[in-house]
């Protein structure tokens, strides 16, 4: 029920911000206008550079999968990851690729469960810091020009209340596994057994620390690499807009837009585009939701392809999502009760 309610309210806010972003005429013919005019090899380039960043996150995967004793070859890890983007780009929630990626890979690794889900774990964590990483690089260079208008400077203070606790919260769980207190916390704790899970994952992956790190480092190509499509959807809509200043804003607008508010993250991205490109760049509002359009569409792009691997994949089951989030559940809770 509170699954059903939050999707609800996820897609009435999303209808009512795309209404609002385009109900003005004259700015749906100024965006039609700069699709037409639009630099198609720019386009490509973003396509090409999310290519890209699929073929590190399957790199970065696969190491940590291979940490658990779980060898499966490029192809079948770049699948099961293809699949996972559509459901994480489509599903409310944003956590739907994980649950089918753990679903999936249960049925390539019979025997190691545990690690199938510990690998999935670390990759979602590691993803993070690197993120926080990249993220801090920039706020100490970057942060007097993110914050010289009130409205982006109280974006960018958002985003550093979300990445400071994101940054708590990856601390306390350090804390708890250092001190080996994960076992203590209540038994109706929220999280309690995605917390045991991750100092069981931690402990695994400390001892394996150059893979750990390796995975990391491909962490910040990653990054790298999701930043680069919007600065191509920039330039593909002719705008001169250094790289510096859009890797300066994908930060913000990338984290608070996966923050389940819409349906994965449409009309908050683009108002949030609205907002940084116009307030420090000085892109027309058409412009700018043009730009988080084409993005978008490239990620679609890679996401309709995850959809015909997904049509063509043969697991030794299918599952409706209510059964997979069921079985991942139980999976977490099993871990943390053995361990």
């Given at each position: 029920m509170k699954k059903t309610i939050l999707t609800i309210i996820q897609t009435i806010v999303t209808v009512g911000i795309l209404f609002w972003i385009f109900k003005d005429p004259q700015k749906r013919a100024d965006m039609a206008q700069s699709f037409k005019q639009s630099d198609k090899l720019w386009i490509l380039a973003g396509i090409i550079a999310y290519g890209c960043v699929e073929v590190l996150a399957t790199m970065r995967w696969k190491i940590l999968l291979e940490v658990q004793g779980i060898t499966l070859s490029f192809f079948r890890v770049l699948a099961l990851l293809m699949i996972g983007i559509l459901f994480n780009l489509f599903m409310p929630g944003g956590t739907g690729g994980d649950v089918i990626k753990i679903?999936?890979?249960?049925?390539?690794?019979?025997?190691?469960?545990?690690g199938a889900l510990l690998a999935v774990l670390m990759d979602r964590m590691i993803g993070l810091l690197g993120l926080i990483a990249f993220?801090?690089?920039?706020?100490?260079?970057?942060?007097?020009?993110?914050?010289?208008?009130?409205?982006?400077r109280n974006l960018t203070w958002t985003l550093l209340v979300i990445m400071g606790s994101s940054f708590g919260g990856i601390a306390f769980s350090f804390l708890i596994t250092g001190f080996g207190l994960a076992h203590s916390l209540p038994a109706k704790m929220p999280l309690r057994d995605k917390l045991i899970d991750l100092s069981v994952a931690y402990s695994a992956y400390a001892r394996a620390w150059k893979s750990s790190l390796s995975?990391?480092?491909?962490?910040?190509?990653?990054?790298?690499?999701?930043?680069?499509?919007?600065?191509?959807?920039?330039?593909a809509m002719r705008q001169n807009t250094s790289m510096l200043d859009i890797?300066?804003?994908?930060?913000?607008?990338?984290?608070?837009?996966?923050?389940?508010i819409s349906v994965g993250g449409a009309g908050i991205r683009e108002k949030l585009f609205e907002n940084m490109l116009g307030n420090l760049c000085g892109i027309k509002p058409a412009v700018a939701v043009a730009i988080s359009l084409?993005?978008?569409i490239v990620l679609v792009f890679w996401?309709?392809?995850?959809?015909?691997?997904?049509?063509l994949y043969r697991p030794s089951e299918h599952a409706r999502m209510s059964v997979m989030e069921t079985t991942v559940h139980d999976l977490e809770h099993k871990v943390a009760m053995e361990e």
């Open positions: 679903f999936y890979l249960l049925k390539e690794t019979p025997g190691k469960t545990a993220t801090g690089a920039i706020l100490l260079f970057r942060y007097q020009w993110l914050s010289s208008t009130e409205i982006t995975a990391f480092l491909l962490s910040l190509a990653v990054h790298f690499g999701s930043f680069y499509v919007f600065f191509a959807a920039t330039r890797f300066g804003v994908m930060p913000i607008i990338n984290t608070i837009a996966a923050l389940p084409t993005g978008f996401a309709i392809i995850g959809g015909v691997i997904y049509l």
